[in-house]
């Protein structure tokens, strides 16, 4: 069976472009996996996201924030101007939120003002491109009277820690002459009192426990 649906007396140009056609419908068009932040591929994201119409796009996020973005970007200009939005934006790229305006403060903060504290445990602790991101993205979301008045990024970092030690115990002894004629008087001292067979045998025992009983040569 020909793999066309020409006449027999087809030329071969007009039987080569038939097949050709007839390739180019095999090829597979994910459509409907296109259009879903979840399913579409990750090459097709920054399209996706023009047609989602999302403010603040960065190439260098993860895939998982970026389709987080999309997802949200409905939301967002849904509720555009009110903290909820905010809160949606930013949740949306991985940084739980809390937000506080200045009527909540104790005591009041100035009018107007409002302050975001973001988690950083998920996402992981933001740069310095990061941070303006989180800025850009506060400034797009947020209405035009209400400024934000303080930023504070918290984070956690989980790891195994080693500790070890090793007990010593020991004595130290020192043994040493005096120093200059005081030595030599003593011992003069000591030969009188207990005799100087005595005292010599005395001084050679030392020595010899010096030398040999305690610790290594140069010790001292």
């Known amino acids: 069976m020909p793999d066309h649906l020409l006449p027999s007396n087809a030329s071969p140009a007009e039987q080569s472009m038939s097949l050709a056609i007839a390739r180019v419908s095999d090829v597979p068009l994910a459509v409907r996996e296109s259009w879903n932040p979840d399913t579409c591929p990750a090459h097709l994201l920054p399209w996706l996201a023009w047609q989602f ?5 960065d190439t260098g996020w993860s895939a998982a924030q970026k389709r987080g973005a999309i997802k949200a ?9 009110t903290p909820y939005a905010v809160r949606t934006a930013l949740e949306a790229l991985g940084y739980p939120v809390v937000l506080t305006e ?17 988690d950083a445990s998920g996402a992981g602790v933001p740069g310095k491109a990061a941070y303006q991101t989180i800025l850009d993205v ?10 934000l008045a303080r930023l504070q990024v918290d984070g956690r970092v989980d790891g195994t820690i080693f500790a070890g030690g090793i007990p010593m115990c020991g004595e130290l002894v020192k043994v040493a002459a005096n120093e200059g004629e005081l030595a030599g008087s003593d011992l003069i ?3 009188i009192a207990h005799g100087f067979p005595d005292t010599e045998a005395a001084v050679d025992l030392l020595h010899s426990f010096i030398h040999t009983a305690l610790p290594a040569a140069n010790y001292w």
């Open 53 to 57: 119409s999302v403010d603040k796009w």
């Open 73 to 81: 970007s409905i939301e967002v200009h849904r509720t555009k101007g």
């Open 102 to 118: 200045w009527f909540k403060l104790v005591p009041l903060g100035d009018p107007y003002t409002f302050g975001v504290r973001l």
């Open 138 to 147: 506060i400034q797009s979301t947020k209405n035009v009277r209400s400024h």
């Open 189 to 191: 001292a000591e030969a």
